[in-house]
């Protein structure tokens, strides 16, 4: 499974933009690049995906990097229930697994 | 609908036990998982099946560990005997499955699992 570096952890303050690094350098063509949190206690919860382009939906975008050795999820304005760890996992076109790596802790400061 | 059931919450048993953890994914959902996280390793995929066939156990610890999904609606992964490293968060997630695709996993609650 093609392996994604992300830092352990980053710090936040309320309703300010956040930007998650991950740098995945061995991406193969056919991986597509998925974001889970979790928050605590709780199980993991999709946040986003995409292959080439980037990509929006209500909770964050997703930005590609052009050779698509990198990514990074944006939190456009974050809140306190944004605290969570979050996975960037690559998964395989012709696979239905999940890696999870060990994410990266965010801590939103009010 | 009501997302991925797990049942139970919480499970205290001591050595030695049976343990049997359930699962009800997802109506319409074709593929079904199983992880375990735990504080030194992180959440591991044990087992996945598709269409109610186990695709991948790779994952799977060792003999003591089975998994099973009678049918689509309803999955067990059973522990026996049970020794304190088994000791975890177990969670299960469904799919809409197929290969090929971008797709999402939705996770249950978990079940926390300790074993004296």
């Known amino acids: 499974d093609a392996k994604t570096t992300q830092p352990n952890s980053m710090e936040s303050n309320e309703e300010e933009p956040v930007h998650l690094p991950c740098n995945h350098s061995?991406?193969?063509?056919?991986?597509?690049i998925h974001w889970y949190r979790q928050l605590p206690s709780q199980g993991p919860e999709y946040v986003i995906h995409g292959l080439t382009s980037n990509v929006n939906n209500r909770m964050a975008s997703l930005a590609i990097a052009e050779d698509r050795k990198s990514s990074t999820l944006i939190l456009h304005r974050a809140t306190l229930r944004d605290a969570a760890v979050y996975y960037c996992i690559l998964k395989g076109g012709g696979s239905e697994k999940l890696v999870f790596g060990k994410g990266t802790k965010l801590t939103v400061n009010p | 609908d009501a997302g991925v059931i797990q049942s139970p919450r919480h499970e205290v048993t001591e050595m030695g036990q049976e343990v049997t953890l359930r699962c009800k994914p997802i109506?319409?959902?074709?593929?079904l998982f199983w992880y375990r996280q735990t504080m030194m390793r992180g959440l591991e995929l044990l087992i996945y099946f598709n269409n109610n066939v186990p695709i991948d156990d790779s994952g799977m610890p060792e003999d003591r560990f089975s998994a099973k999904m009678p049918n689509a609606s309803f999955s067990t992964l059973k522990i026996q005997p049970s020794e304190p490293r088994d000791s975890a968060v177990y969670f299960c997630?469904?799919?809409?499955?197929?290969?090929?695709?971008?797709?999402?996993?939705?996770f249950g609650a978990g079940t926390r699992l300790s074993v004296l």
């Open positions: 109506s319409g959902h074709n593929s």
């Open positions: 997630a469904s799919s809409l499955g197929g290969p090929g695709r971008g797709d999402i996993q939705y």
């Open positions: 061995t991406i193969s063509g056919t991986d597509y």
